[in-house]
């Protein structure tokens, strides 16, 4: 299984990153998460001209995710989906389903 070419950036980083693929046209296409064990790795998959780019940002367990909704609406639902799913706390979403996004009340919390 090959590895996915990303650039590296940080929480510090995150909305400037994202905003400038906004300023240079680019579209948000999705947002993806792995358990890596002691953390997670978050790709966030933009496209231009039918060309794929991505930013890797890797976010220790425990910590908070800032929600990229703000510069790209769309992300709301891939952020609320990873919210669901990992247990990841989200601040500043657009719009926040409150961890039932995807979850009812009777599903296993945070089931990957």
Do not use: W
């Not at 909305?15 to 579209?27: D, F, I, P, T």
């Not at 940002?57 to 952020?79: N, Q």
């Amino acid at each position: 299984m090959g590895s996915i070419d990303a650039i590296e950036i940080s929480l510090d980083n995150l909305l400037q990153e994202v905003s400038g693929k906004h300023r240079q046209g680019y579209r948000f296409v999705t947002m993806t998460c792995t358990d890596v064990g002691d953390g997670y790795d978050i790709l966030y998959h933009f496209d231009k001209d039918y060309e794929l780019f991505n930013l890797r940002l890797y976010l220790k367990k425990g910590e908070e995710l800032l929600s990229i909704s703000s510069v790209f609406f769309a992300a709301l639902l891939a952020e609320n989906e990873i919210k669901d799913l990992f247990g990841i706390p989200v601040r500043d979403l657009a719009i926040d389903y409150g961890g039932r996004f995807l979850l009812t009340e009777d599903a296993p919390v945070a089931p990957m």
